[in-house]
């Protein structure tokens, strides 16, 4: 089975307002007070740039958007993750930003087998104010596992 997510998390106020400007941005509610924003082939040709998006290392972060995730954090701290699974086999990237710069990233992992801090999207979830119940991480803690796939979570 496979695994693909693509997004921007953070409190449903904060990417409320970030989505008023943008007319394809859908949102869904996660737990704990937090939306995920998936990045949409719509999303990511409204707010790219032009430039290279590849500056931070992510796959599929537009280019120039990271100045709207951090115009976006002076409400609260923003973060942009991806996973990617096939088999098992996979890779994670997050970053926070927060005040307008970047407070955590980015991180990459590969695999499934994370050090004690946890997984990229963990320590990103985990910066923005989850907090996972014994036995649990804060990937499982907000249900990032309901959907597979980016678009699911809009459909």
Same mark, same amino acid.
């Given at each position: 089975m496979s695994y693909d997510l693509q997004a921007v998390i953070a409190d449903v106020e904060v990417l409320r307002g970030a989505a008023r400007d943008l007319p394809v941005a859908r949102l869904a509610s996660l737990g704990q007070g937090l939306s995920l924003m998936p990045m949409t082939d719509a999303l990511f040709d409204l707010v790219a740039d032009g430039g290279d998006g590849g500056t931070l290392g992510f796959w599929r972060l537009p280019g120039g958007f990271e100045k709207a995730l951090a115009n976006w954090s002076a409400g609260g701290p923003v973060a942009y993750v991806e996973a990617e699974?096939?088999?098992g086999v996979g890779e994670q990237r @997050? %970053?926070?930003?927060?005040?307008? %710069?970047? @407070?955590?990233?980015?991180?990459? %992992?590969e695999g499934q087998a994370f050090g004690p801090s946890g997984s990229p999207v963990s320590q990103a979830l985990r910066r923005l104010g989850v907090v996972a119940s014994a036995g649990e991480d804060e990937f499982s803690c907000v249900g990032l596992g309901r959907h597979r796939h980016g678009e699911a979570w809009i459909s």
């Open positions: 699974y096939f088999g @997050a %970053a926070v930003w927060e005040g307008g %710069a970047i @407070a955590l990233g980015p991180l990459h %992992a």
